[in-house]
């Protein structure tokens, strides 16, 4: 779920895209099996000792390429078929070696059908349930995020991860927050004596953690973002930056797009929470016990989520801060 300025353009071609599959079709056709009927009534791109590959295998993987332009068809289309190729030839001496009756190949199949199923039922639901936001929700969002739009600025940040006690880091602290520029704060980082490690990245507010965004919108050249924790402390410098605003015209699909996407994730929640509820659920053996506090919130990361999670940032200074935001929209 994060706001692309390139969607905006992404979305302006998708009247193009929608023609992306009959511009592959033809293409193939034309360029293969010209003057073969049977190969037009199959829609066959190639054949691997027998077995077909066809148009609308390459349609699917076409159509997860964002962004592709119709000029871009006919380059895509073959090399997409050239992968789809060498993957028939592995399937093939999968299938020879019988490694698709193998239990634990079967179970994965399985478990990649499960999930494919329930995300397509939900993004169906959730798709025919969730309306477009109305105009004053746009607007209401626009007004209430200048740093991302009216305000919105490009900045050069420096992310320090400082190593200390408590008491040397919060001393630390003051310090830097006298500083009356960057030279300064550089200085009196340096004159710690303190171990840091230091990340500069240049990017625009709309790549910035939510969480984030109205806090660095309020500093100015040479002022940072500070965070306590154990064993040391975490600070944002804004370095530099400079204004580069977005009009409501320009910023209302984005605005739309994010809103919607919100209200979808929203939704899936509430959703999947009544749909427990109206299952019967049985837990057995082990699983029958009651599960210690706080289990449910520690969930490994390679367990399989049905819906995306719409968990919200914490107040503080996340460890991937600086590569997390609205940018990752999808």
């Keep these: ?12 071609s998708m009247p193009r895209l929608a023609l992306i599959p009959v511009l592959v079709a033809a293409a193939l056709l034309t360029a293969c099996n010209k003057g073969d009927k049977e190969a037009k009534a199959s829609q066959a791109a190639a054949r691997v000792n027998g077995q077909e590959v066809t148009v609308h295998q390459i349609n699917l993987v076409l159509e997860r390429q964002a962004g592709l332009k ?24 999968a299938e020879e070696d019988k ?22 039922y939900l993004e169906k639901v959730s798709s025919a349930a969730v309306s ?34 408590p008491e040397e880091t919060k001393a630390l602290q003051a310090k830097l927050e006298s500083a009356p520029d960057v030279p300064a704060f550089a200085q009196a980082l340096k004159d710690s004596g303190l ?44 370095v530099a930056s400079r204004p580069q605003p977005l009009t409501f015209d320009q910023s209302k699909p984005l605005i739309e797009r994010f809103l919607t996407e919100t209200k979808r994730q929203e939704w899936l929640q509430k ?6 509820t109206e299952a019967k659920v049985e837990y057995i053996g082990k699983f029958a016990e009651k599960p210690a506090s706080g289990a449910s919130a520690a969930a490994p990361a390679s367990a399989p989520s049905v819906v995306p999670s719409a968990a919200s940032s914490p107040s503080g200074i996340d ?9 990752g929209l999808k």
Excluded at 99 to 119: G, S
Excluded at 151 to 165: A, D, H, K, N, W
Aim: no cysteine; proline share 5%.
């Design 1 to 12: 779920m994060h706001f692309d300025l390139h969607n905006k353009q992404r979305s302006l």
């Design 70 to 93: 119709p000029e871009q068809v006919d380059a895509a289309s073959r090399q997409v078929l050239e992968s789809l190729v060498d993957q028939e030839i592995a399937v093939q001496k």
């Design 99 to 120: 490694m698709d009756r193998d239990p634990k190949i079967v179970q994965l199949l399985d478990a990649q059908r499960r999930n494919l199923l329930a995300r397509a």
């Design 132 to 165: 477009a936001p109305s105009p004053d929700e746009i607007k209401k969002y626009f007004d209430a995020k200048p740093g991302l739009f009216s305000q919105r600025r490009i900045y050069m940040l420096q992310e320090f991860t400082i190593q200390g006690s």
């Design 195 to 238: 171990k840091f490690g230091v990340n500069q990245v240049t990017q625009p507010a709309e790549s910035l953690p939510l969480n984030l965004i109205d806090r660095i919108a309020a500093l100015k050249d040479g002022q940072a973002l500070y965070e306590q924790g154990n064993g040391g402390m975490k600070a944002v410098l804004v």
């Design 271 to 276: 959703r999947m929470k009544e749909l427990r």
């Design 319 to 327: 460890a991937d801060a600086m590569s997390k935001g609205l940018s």
